[in-house]
């Protein structure tokens, strides 16, 4: 946890604290820090104080968030010892290669076995992160790569680096028919406006959504494609192709009508993988990439259908 304490620099005078606090510690957002100031866990000349107080040079900034004390967890984010697949971790990262089926945040009908309930188990100090350091999320049956901060910092860090566009998420898709070029998807997403558990290409309202795709290989019924994503839109991936009249082999919320291919039609999930993950280390400012391997289920289904291409 961190405890500082500086004086308020000539330069910021005139400033409101709360637009001070965010100059001198960067690596915390700004409702982050509001909340600290809410809970009188920084003080300005020994007292507690408002952000929006004006401050003008030599104030005293006393800065603890040490005595912050997370939550007791709910039922819903108690720790679980459920097995995870750990890429990569260190003291600020955890990378996980989440399975299909595995839920990421507790929700209705999902009050507990979720990657959230085996994280807080996996690593017990993130229950004082909140949502125990979960940046970004993977649909329950999509597979693959999942970072996951240790720290408030990283965690800041990550969802600055995600707001960005600088972290780099490739994913293997199979979209039922032929896919005849590489193209991009640039469609915003709202909420259906019948269907509200599902997502939608919308005209107003919706949210910017970018989808870069190139083909990879082509079969008889399907395309295996490469995406990647320069938003991070819930179902977007889905949702864009499927706009395309190219569903996802498997997803049966997008796909609509079978294709008449057996093995596609009855594939128990949306065939949708996040093999790469590359991002700038929060701690040390480096490169880093993973790339997790296709889980079997995928891999036998593009075996098949290599062999049948093949003949």
Not at 23 to 49: M, N, T, V, Y
Not at 183 to 193: I, K, N, Q, S
Request: some cysteine; overall charge positive.
């Amino acid at each position: 946890m961190t405890r500082a304490a500086l004086d308020v620099p000539a330069e910021c005078a005139g400033w409101r604290l709360d637009a001070t606090l965010a100059k001198l510690f960067p690596e915390h957002s700004r409702s982050r820090l509001q909340g600290w100031l809410k809970d009188g866990l920084i003080r300005l000349d020994g007292g507690s104080a408002e952000g929006k107080r004006k401050v003008y040079g030599g104030e005293r900034i006393e800065f603890d968030i040490a005595d912050a004390v997370p939550p007791a967890p709910t039922l819903a984010e108690s720790a679980e010892d459920i097995p995870l697949e750990v890429v990569f971790e260190d003291e600020q990262l955890i990378v996980i290669d989440k399975p299909a089926g595995l839920v990421v945040h507790p929700g209705n009908g999902n009050a507990s076995g979720t990657l959230m309930n085996a994280l807080l188990h996996h690593a017990p100090q993130l229950a004082g992160v909140p949502r125990a350091g979960i940046v970004h999320r993977l649909d329950k049956d999509t597979s693959g790569l999942l970072v996951v901060a240790k720290t408030l910092t990283a965690q800041t860090d990550l969802v600055r680096q995600l707001q960005a566009h600088t972290v780099s998420r490739h994913y293997l898709a199979l979209a039922l028919g032929r896919v005849e070029r590489d193209g991009m998807v640039d469609a915003p997403l709202g909420r259906h406006a019948i269907h509200r558990t599902r997502m939608a290409v919308v005209r107003a309202g919706g949210r910017e959504a970018r989808t870069h795709y190139a083909v990879l290989e082509r079969f008889a019924r399907a395309t295996l494609l490469e995406c990647r994503l320069e938003t991070g839109r819930t179902h977007q991936i889905r949702v864009h192709l499927a706009s395309l009249k190219h569903p996802l082999a498997g997803d049966a919320v997008y796909r609509g009508n079978k294709c008449g291919d057996a093995r596609l039609d009855a594939f128990p999930r949306q065939a949708l993988h996040a093999r790469r993950l590359a991002l700038r280390h929060p701690g040390s400012g480096a490169e880093m990439a993973w790339e997790a391997p296709l889980p079997q289920d995928f891999a036998q289904l593009l075996a098949e259908l290599r062999r049948d291409s093949a003949q």
